[in-house]
């Protein structure tokens, strides 16, 4: 049979799975990417016709990569952003920023302390693989993120996860360049840093952020201050919604800020005004999400196929060992010190920590990263990054919600709790 015709029946099978097993009675358990990963596996084992992305050992591939990846970390940050309800304030989003001032750094860290001084990478690659494993994904993350726009679900735990993944995905990009920037300097630090530091640390960074905002506010202020209401509700809310999100993607990178900051920025940015609780918000979203699902079925199909027939060495002990450190050591470590000192209890402290979802960012930062430099053992990296997402898949997908289902009863709990120690005290106060 025809390569092309099997692949339209997989292709139209994904998308129809993302559609249908959520409807299913218990479905929450299912865990469809890691599923359809699995499945694509033995596809690709046993039709070897099929053609295959190789973003190893072939520089094409590696760019389609690299632009496929980019475009759903987009859709995706755009989705999150977008379903934020709670206003920024420093004191509100305090969990998110020690997520990302404090944690983050540690995983990066802690990534390239196992990969040069463990597992005996160069410290070039070894800065690579935290960078590319430090931000977790918000394609991946569905699970443990706050709901649609305007209906709720923003409990500490999700809203620190969802902002987490979309604000991180941009601050991991300094030190992808940072590992570019050792590779070009042969592993060694020198002056340069300082250049790095102040430029791809920080200028890149604010203005990211600034043209995000800046573009996120005038959008608000064009929907709902300067187009006629009636004309809004007959347009395509989502179209104008996404297009004004890849216009901040490139103007953002055109000003040499991150895009990926510009992206979510904007989004949350666009929910900042006195209209935020409209349901003009609520297309955007489902468009953004519809997209995103598109696009997910098609890379999970592209994973199990560089699975099942790259020559990446997947499954040996060393991979194992420092996906299991990463996982269950170096991530829930950093994320218990960031979050220290918060009012979170410690069920909420522990899931923020544990559930450090990795997905196709990983794979993104490591594409980009390939098609800027060159590095030593780019077979060992896709391998390691490949086995640490397919496990995160595994353990997170898994666990994410016996965890938000555990927390959801504490919350319940503690409700009935407020709520029985106030009908004590209003009879007594009368």
Not at 38 to 64: C, E, G, M, R, Y
């Amino acid at each position: 049979m025809d390569p092309k015709i099997i692949f339209y029946v997989v292709f139209g099978s994904a998308l129809l799975g993302f559609t249908w097993l959520p409807t299913v009675r218990g479905a929450r358990f299912i865990n469809v990417p890691l599923l359809y990963s699995l499945l694509a596996v033995v596809l690709f084992s046993q039709l070897t016709d099929l053609p295959l992305l190789d973003p190893i050992n072939n520089k094409t591939h590696t760019i389609v990569t690299e632009y496929v990846t980019e475009i759903i970390v987009i859709i995706s940050l755009a989705g999150a952003g977008l379903a934020i309800d709670r206003r920024f304030r420093f004191s509100t989003w305090q969990s998110t920023l020690r997520l990302l001032g404090f944690s983050m750094p540690i995983c990066i860290a802690g990534a390239a302390f196992l990969g040069h001084w463990i597992f005996g990478l160069s410290l070039t690659d070894s800065v690579l693989l935290g960078a590319c494993l430090a931000p977790t994904d918000p394609v991946m993350a569905h699970s443990v993120q706050v709901g649609p726009p305007n209906k709720g679900g923003e409990d500490p735990t999700r809203f620190a996860l969802t902002t987490e993944a979309g604000l991180n995905d941009g601050l991991a990009f300094p030190f992808v360049y940072l590992a570019i920037r050792l590779a070009e300097h042969n592993g060694t630090f020198g002056s340069w840093l300082v250049g790095w530091a102040a430029y791809d640390l920080v200028f890149r960074v604010v203005m990211g952020t600034v043209v995000g905002v800046v573009i996120g506010l005038l959008l608000a202020h064009y929907a709902f201050r300067v187009s006629d209401e009636t004309e809004r509700e007959e347009t395509s809310e989502g179209l104008f919604i996404m297009a004004s999100i890849f216009l901040a993607y490139g103007v953002g990178e055109a000003l040499h800020g991150y895009g990926f900051l510009a992206v979510f920025a904007a989004a949350v940015a666009t929910r900042q005004n006195i209209e935020k609780h409209h349901e003009y918000f609520a297309k955007p979203y489902q468009f953004a999400t519809q997209l995103e699902r598109i696009l997910a079925g098609l890379l999970l199909i592209a994973l199990g196929g560089f699975i099942a027939r790259a020559d990446l060495g997947l499954l040996t002990w060393q991979n194992f060992a420092f996906a299991a450190l990463f996982m269950l050591l170096v991530r829930p470590i950093s994320g218990l010190l960031a979050l220290m000192g918060t009012k979170l209890s410690l069920l909420e402290k522990s899931a923020i920590s544990f559930l450090g979802i990795r997905g196709f960012g990983s794979f993104y930062y490591l594409a980009y990263a390939q098609t800027h430099a060159t590095f030593e053992n780019v077979n060992l990296l896709w391998s390691k990054l490949t086995l640490t997402v397919l496990l995160s898949l595994l353990i997170h997908g898994n666990s994410a919600t016996i965890a938000m289902n555990w927390i959801d009863e504490q919350q319940r709990n503690r409700r009935n709790s407020r709520g029985r120690r106030r009908k004590k005290v209003r009879p007594e106060s009368s």
